[in-house]
Nanobody
Framework: QVQVVESGGDLVQAGGSLRLSCAASGSIFSINAMGWYQQAPGKQRELVAAITGGGSTNYADSVKGRFTISRDRAMNTAYLQMTSLQPEDTAVYSC???????????????????WGQGTQVTVSS
């Protein structure tokens, strides 16, 4: 089993920055991809960014150039550096971890077996 815990969510003004962290524990040796998803009220959960153990990344178009995903080499911690935050970025951000994920599927939420509870990011205008 793998446990995933997010942290770093906060209330920030538009134009500000936040760094989210995702810590995975347990049987992490098999994890080869981690992703960040956002879910705003009344909306479906959407990919923000994903990263594989090899360092390949994928981003939603809405965050390209503003957000950066990274991970440590052991794939037990992932980060999401968010800059130039806008009110439309307001959402619950959840971290996901998975194993056996191929690069072409890294953006699909159904590929991830382990999910955290989420952390709230609120951007005020």
């Amino acid at each position: 089993q793998v446990q995933v815990v997010e942290s770093g969510g906060d209330l920030v003004q538009a134009g500000g920055s936040l760094r989210l962290s995702c810590a995975a524990s347990g049987s992490i040796f098999s994890i080869n991809a981690m992703g960040w998803y956002q879910q705003a009220p009344g909306k479906q959960r959407e990919l923000v960014a994903a990263i594989t153990g090899g360092g390949s990344t994928n981003y939603a178009d809405s965050v390209k150039g503003r957000f950066t995903i990274s991970r440590d080499r052991a794939m037990n911690t992932a980060y999401l550096q968010m800059t130039s935050l806008q009110p439309e970025d307001t959402a619950v951000y959840s971290c996901a971890a998975g194993f056996g994920i191929i690069r072409s599927s890294m953006s699909s939420s159904n590929q991830y077996a382990y999910w955290g509870q989420g952390t709230q990011v609120t951007v005020s205008s």
